[in-house]
Every structure is written in C-alpha cells, then in structure tokens.
C-alpha cells in the first residue's frame, strides 16, 4: 500500500519478531531489518539474535524491545 507516493512501513506497533543484529548504530542501539525495514534495538551487540516487540515506528525506520 502507498500513502502519497511513500510506502507504509512494514511494520507495526504491537508486532513480535526474530531477528538478527546486524549492526550498531551511532547511538549504540542494535540495528536489525523486517523486510529491509530498519529496527533499532537497544541493549544488543552484532550477532545476537532475538525477539522483540516494535514498540514506535516512524516512516523510514522502528524501535523494539526484546522480550523476556
């Protein structure tokens, strides 16, 4: 779906999901991807894979939590 020529994120809040950090951000924060779609992790190093819940998503990028 399109939103005035932009796509809808991928994502939702509420949403669980298994990823993979891929990479850490200036800030520190994990970095893993939903279907290309860039999710900010705190908390996590490079490799660790987990589950998180989105908790905030904006037009290009989302915040999770892990889970547990």
Do not use: C, H, W
């Amino acid at each position: 779906m399109e939103r005035g020529g932009s796509r809808l994120p991928p994502v939702k809040v509420g949403e669980r999901y298994k990823v993979k950090i891929e990479a850490l951000g200036k800030g520190g924060d994990g970095i893993a991807r939903v279907k290309g779609f860039v999710i900010f992790v705190p908390n996590t190093k490079v490799g660790d894979e987990v589950e998180i819940v989105i908790n905030s998503v904006k037009q290009k990028f989302a915040f999770g939590e892990i889970i547990g």
